[in-house]
């Protein structure tokens, strides 16, 4: 059974980091195109950094540029979310999503095939 988990999310101040993790089970997450996403209340999903299997490529959206890095550990097969300088519009829920057809990954949803149960992130002070 094919499984991504998500954890590491939590209650941070302004200007704080977390680091969100996403374990793969069943499956190695080395061969394909891992997307983050995050969901705030009253608010459509979005695309915030994914990560290529083809070349290792990373895309991160505008708003995050600078603040956040994907990165992946082979031997853990898990891929990390660091985020620094957080706001509190950074407020959400962020799952970890596989896509396994794509060479590239995107930052639109639509090409994803599994996704985790979600972890929450809350910006606060």
């Known amino acids: 059974q094919l499984q991504l988990v998500e954890s590491g999310g939590g209650l941070v101040q302004p200007g704080g980091s977390l680091r969100l993790s996403c374990a793969g089970s069943g499956f190695t997450l080395d061969y394909y195109a891992i997307g983050w996403f995050r969901q705030a209340p009253g608010k459509e999903r979005e695309g915030v950094s994914c990560i290529s299997s083809s070349d290792g490529s990373t895309y991160y959206a505008d708003s995050v540029k600078g603040r956040f890095t994907i990165s992946r550990d082979y031997a853990k097969n898990t891929v990390y979310l660091q985020m620094n300088s957080l706001k509190p519009e950074d407020t959400a829920v962020y799952y970890c999503?596989?896509?396994?057809?794509?060479?590239?990954?995107?930052?639109?949803?639509?090409?994803?095939?599994?996704w985790g149960q979600g972890t929450q992130v809350t910006v606060s002070s």
């Open positions: 999503a596989a896509d396994l057809l794509s060479y590239y990954c995107s930052g639109q949803d639509g090409t994803y095939d599994y």
